[in-house]
């Protein structure tokens, strides 16, 4: 291969994998002859849904390359040695089914919770993973809510029994890439909306699998979105991921207030700190500049001041306050988040502000084990 082509062609990133098709050994033969360039083109599976964005790429890279006046390629599949081989690198040297965020990561981990359903829990996750994106951040995102997994729908990945399928590559699973994030739910793999029905050992072997047969590759960020309350899934994702942080998501109401204290509760029994609060529905904007407080005031402070004192002192902020925002419920229902369709939302700037905040929080590494190659 000429260095003109390898460098033209190195410039075409795989959608999925986020990584040029020359490192992923995705180039065979190629070749400048009389004006035309061309390069054959292994996918890494038959039917890859990036097919058609990879060879259009291509094409284009190699139309570029000096002394090509026209370009053409030929699209065919990696070998089962050549897909292995592929595996094996982008493991990096680990076993297969191996947990990338145990004690060890430097991904910052994220479990989003609620103690009750309807407070907007899933929404804030997904503009905060797409907002984290969007200011250059490498993100990762878990629907772990089996029951009432709605995360493809938000980010346009499709509703359920129709969704974007994940790639798979031997026993590897390429999450599907929406807004810059990287995705995995349960929704993915079912062919109609038939309720999940599934006990603990299920869940727990689901919830495993998202984070050890799912390639994720280097992460800044991994946003967990786990069901509501403090039940399997809680406990289970609390044990797999050991160096996590809990962000709780409450209402202004008080009753709401006191059974979110608990989802933050169940973190600090499993090992995880809580980062913060975030208080969603907190008023409604009139059109005169008040706000309409439709479900009082006062939750997301009180449940910070309680979970300060179950986490002996140590302090734990109210992250931000979400106004009631038609915007942000649009843009969830059509599968475009508020941070992107409608930027200048009162909601969509206060959910950019809150992933500011995290981004800006340093990393600590007192007390993980760093892999140092000597």
Same mark, same amino acid.
């Given at each position: ?62 139309? *570029? ?5 026209? %370009? ?11 897909? %292995?081989?592929?595996?094996?690198? #982008? ?18 981990? #994220? ?65 599907? !890439?929406?807004?810059? !994030? ?9 062919? *109609? ?14 919830? %495993?699998?998202?984070?050890?047969d799912v390639h994720w590759g280097d992460l800044d960020f991994l946003l967990v979105d786990l069901p509501p309350g403090t039940g399997d899934i809680a406990i289970s994702l609390g044990q797999l991921l050991p160096s996590a942080k ?80 038609? %915007? ?9 988040p508020v941070v992107v369709g409608s930027p200048d939302d009162a909601a969509a700037l206060a959910i950019v502000a809150i992933s500011e905040a995290l981004a800006s929080t340093p990393q600590g590494l007192a007390g993980k084990r ?5």
């Open positions: 291969m000429s260095q003109e082509i390898f460098n033209a062609l190195a410039r075409v990133i795989d959608p999925e994998l986020r990584l040029p098709i020359t490192e992923l050994g995705m180039v065979g033969e190629t070749n400048l002859s009389d004006g035309r360039a061309h390069a054959v083109i292994k996918l890494t599976v038959v039917g890859c849904p990036a097919a058609n964005k990879i060879e259009a790429d291509a094409i284009a890279a190699l139309e *570029s390359v000096p002394g090509a006046s026209s %370009a053409s390629v030929t699209m065919t599949v990696m070998s089962p040695e050549e897909r %292995a081989q592929l595996t094996e690198k #982008l493991r990096g040297g680990k076993p297969p089914r191996a947990n990338p965020f145990d004690e060890t990561t430097l991904t910052r981990v #994220l479990l989003i919770g609620s103690g009750k359903g309807g407070v907007g829990k899933s929404s804030l996750t997904a503009n905060l993973a797409v907002a984290l994106a969007t200011a250059g951040k490498r993100v990762g995102l878990i629907d772990a809510d089996i029951f009432g997994f709605s995360i493809p729908g938000q980010l346009g990945l499709g509703s359920a029994g129709n969704t974007v399928k994940p790639t798979r590559i031997d026993d590897m699973i390429i999450p599907p !890439v929406a807004y810059g !994030v990287k995705v995995i739910s349960i929704g993915m793999f079912l062919d *109609s909306n038939q309720p999940v029905a599934w006990r603990g050992p299920m869940l727990h072997r689901a919830v %495993a699998q998202f984070l050890t809990t962000v709780v998501v409450t209402t202004p109401q008080v009753a709401a207030a006191e059974v979110a204290e608990r989802s933050g509760s169940v973190g600090l029994q499993t090992g995880q700190k809580v980062l913060g609060v975030i208080e969603n529905l907190s008023w409604l904007e009139q059109s005169d500049g008040s706000r309409l407080e439709l479900f009082g005031s006062g939750g997301g402070a009180a449940v910070a001041a309680r979970l300060t004192a179950l986490q002996g002192g140590e302090p734990v902020p109210v992250l931000g306050q979400i106004p009631i925002s038609v %915007a942000l419920r649009e843009g969830s229902d059509a599968g475009e760093l892999r140092l190659n000597l």
